[in-house]
Every structure is written in C-alpha cells, then in structure tokens.
C-alpha cells in the first residue's frame, strides 16, 4: 500500500491527486534519469574529440570508446523505454469505491515500474562504475571535465543520480517527497 502522505492526498485528492502523484514521480524520474542520459552523451562527445594519438595503447583506448558507446546506448534505451512506463492511468470505470480503485492502481503502478527500473538501472549502473575504473577515465574525462564542474568529482557526479533515483523507488522515501512538495498545498 502507499505509505501515509500519498494515501491521504490519494483519499483526499483521487482523480486529482493520482494525476499530481504521478506528475511528480515522473518529474524526478526524468530529471534524474535525464542527467544520466545527459553525462553519457557528454562522456561520447569528449571522446570522441580527444586527441587519443599520444596514448601509447591504441587498444585500450578503443575498449574505452566501445564503453563509453555501450552506456550511452544503454543510458539513451533506458530513458526512452521507462518514458512508456511512467504514465499510469486509472481504470475509469465508474466504481463504488473510487478510493481504494486509485489506491490499488498506485501501488501497482509504483511497485511493477519499481521492478522494471531498479533491473535496468542495476545494469547501468555496474557498467558506470565499470566505466569510471578505466585509467582512461581519469585522463580524457575527470582531468577534462571537472574544472567545469567547479572542482567536483565527475566519477562522484555521474554516480550520484543513481542515488537519487534508488531513494525514489524507495516507498518511504517517495512518500516523504509527496508530503513535501504535495503536502504543503494539500495535506
């Protein structure tokens, strides 16, 4: 079931406050699987613009590139494929009891979208942090980027929106978002 904050807005809210759940899950989900896309894309470019020609490795360098290719395949396939997933709707049946309808559509949109992202992104994620071990990383990426990223570590900010999407599959954490962003309005 949905924890506290979004049970009592859905109860509160229904039709209304499904749609208002629902916009904010796919918001955070956008943006923080966005910045993955986003690193990845940006990750490709810088490669594929380095002057690789003094590495005495032309073979690893390659495997670097095919790397840095395959995340940002796999980042790109990953954000458009969830975008189909991340718009659910309730059955509009016209029910008895509305409530307990839109409290079990949410439960099972959260908990299926849930398992089908947390498998996706576990792969990602172990091919980012795969990446980011290549000697080549901190040469072409960290050395190049990070004065960009005022000082901050690009291996830490190309793993911290993992982070970000874990805590929002997290039902208590996810419900505690809904009490903040939502519960100021309405709860």
Do not use: C
């Amino acid at each position: 079931m949905p924890g506290p904050a979004i049970s009592k807005y859905l109860t509160q809210q229904t039709d209304k406050g499904f749609s208002e759940v629902a916009s904010v899950f796919r918001h955070d989900f956008v943006q923080f699987m966005g910045m993955v896309h986003s690193w990845t894309v940006m990750i490709d470019g810088e490669i594929s613009m380095a002057d690789v020609s003094t590495f005495n490795d032309q073979t690893a360098i390659d495997r670097f590139r095919e790397a840095a290719a395959d995340l940002q395949r796999n980042a790109e396939r990953i954000f458009n494929a969830t975008q189909l997933r991340l718009r659910p709707e309730v059955n509009s049946t016209n029910s008895a009891d509305r409530v307990s309808l839109i409290l079990q559509t949410w439960d099972r949109f959260y908990s299926e979208f849930g398992i089908y992202a947390r498998a996706e992104l576990d792969a990602l994620e172990k091919m980012m942090r795969q990446f980011v071990t290549y000697s080549e990383f901190e040469t072409l990426i960290e050395k190049t980027l990070s004065p960009m990223a005022q000082g901050d570590s690009i291996k830490v900010l190309l793993l911290k929106p993992f982070d970000r999407i874990r805590d929002l599959l997290d039902a208590n954490q996810f419900d505690a978002r809904i009490a903040q962003v939502l519960g100021e309005k309405h709860l």
